[in-house]
Each structure stands twice: as C-alpha cells, then as structure tokens.
C-alpha cells in the first residue's frame, strides 16, 4: 500500500512538472504557473499522507515542515505572471523572487533541524565527513562560478549564505545515510540523493537567473526543476519509511 500511494502521486508529480517545465519558457504564465501548483502542492500532500498515516514522529514533523515551505516558496517565486504591468514590475518581480528565495531558505533550514535532531539521537555526526562534503562542494562551486564569470553583485553575499545552508544539509544528510544502522539501503539512498538533488537544483537556478541568455533553456529548466520536484518527492518518501525510532519499514 505504501508504494501505491507513493507511485500515484510521484507519477503525477512528474506530469504535472513536465507540463510546467514545457509550458514555462520563454517566461512563465498563468497556464504553466498552475501547472507548478498542482506539482507542489502534490509533494506537499505526499508528505501530509506520510505523516499522518505513516509516521508523526519528529524526523517526519520537520521534514513535513520543510516541504510546506517549498511549497510556498513556489507559489511567490514564481508570480510573475500576476504582477501588473508597469514601471515597477520588474522591481516587483525581484521581490518576489527574493521573497520566494526565503521561504526555501527556510525550508532547508528545516530539513537541517530535521537531520540535526536525528544526527542527535543516534550520536552518530562524523565531523570530517561533514566538513570534507562542505569544503568539497565549497571548492567546485567557486571553479564552476568562476568559469562561468557569473556576476551576481549586491546577491553575492545572500547566494554565499543559502549555498552554506544546502550544502550543510547535504551533508549532514551524508552523515544519516553513512551512520544510519536501523535502516535499509532505500533510507540510505534517499538520505543521499534527495538533498543531493537539491544541491543540483539549487545550483542550476542560479546560472538561470543571472545568465538567462545562456542558460535559460530546455535543457537547463529540465535539470533544474526535474531534480527539485523529485528531490522534494523524495523527502516525503523518507517520511513513509521512517517510524518514530527512525528506523526503516519497506512493508
């Protein structure tokens, strides 16, 4: 029953973000900005089934949280479409996106306090591992940004602050999936190539967002919203598998 559930709502996941990843370029519409809706509020609902049919234990509370927020960072980020038109639009657009930047901002920061609190529990954090992932990705982003001569200005610093945040949670995450000695080889997977997916999805915004001649493409909307809606499928999937000892149950 777990996986029919799941199964059902990941595949409509994927439709729902396929028709906005189609229907979203050149910019986004009414008609594409729905289509966003029904993907995010599905990964939020696949939470809410984890939850409260599943597991209600702190891991899944938090975890639960942070889809909410991403959900609401969708529905700000992208409203463009609803913005009247005018001398302010464009600010008025900057802000949204701003705005819809902090919301999952916070929504990581949540799946940090989620990944904290089991990290805590099991007294398992390995500092090298989480270090060693933060410098790694730290180094790779700079030879990447470099190269690319991307110029992100007066966002430099916040961009600075939000990667810290995504790759700490990609590494603490590590940390579960490499520690973790109740589960199963899915938690560990999940634990891995959710947050992972994120680190790519997250990276692949910015290339957008400040070089959209270059990087605004089919290709580039399709790594960057297919790996975010799958990573954010994945984190509720972690919910159905984890029960309040954090301890894995494929039955």
């Not at 939470?47 to 702190?58: A, M, T």
């Not at 996106?97 to 920061?109: A, E, K, S, T």
């Not at 030879?143 to 001569?149: P, V």
Request: charged share 10%.
């Amino acid at each position: 029953m777990v996986w029919a559930v799941f199964g059902v709502l990941f595949a409509l996941d994927m439709v729902f973000a396929t028709l906005y990843i189609k229907y979203g370029l050149p910019k986004v519409t009414k008609k594409s900005y729905c289509f966003k809706m029904f993907a995010s509020g599905l990964f939020v609902v696949n939470g809410l089934i984890g939850y409260f049919v599943y597991n209600n234990g702190i891991f899944a509370k938090w975890v639960l949280l942070g889809l909410v927020f991403g959900c609401l960072g969708d529905i700000v980020i992208a409203l463009e479409p609803f913005i009247k038109e005018g001398e302010n639009k464009k600010k008025n657009n900057t802000i949204a996106v701003v705005c819809g930047g902090v919301l999952f901002f916070i929504g990581h920061l949540l799946y940090i306090v989620a990944f904290v609190k089991e990290l805590s529990i099991t007294d398992s954090f390995i500092p090298a591992l989480y270090f060693g992932i933060v410098g790694g990705i730290v180094v790779i982003a700079f030879i990447a940004f470099t190269l690319s001569k991307l110029s992100m200005g007066k966002f430099a610093i916040p961009i600075l602050i939000y990667a810290i945040a995504i790759t700490s949670m990609f590494a603490l995450s590590v940390n579960i999936a490499v520690t973790n000695t109740t589960g199963g080889l899915l938690f560990k997977i999940v634990m891995v190539v959710a947050p992972l997916f994120f680190v790519i999805s997250d990276t692949t915004i910015v290339f957008r967002f400040f070089d959209k001649e270059k990087f605004e493409t089919y290709p580039m909307r399709i790594v960057n919203l297919g790996t975010y809606f799958i990573a954010q499928m994945l984190f509720g999937l972690a919910i159905y598998i984890a029960n309040n000892n954090y301890a894995v149950v494929c039955n």
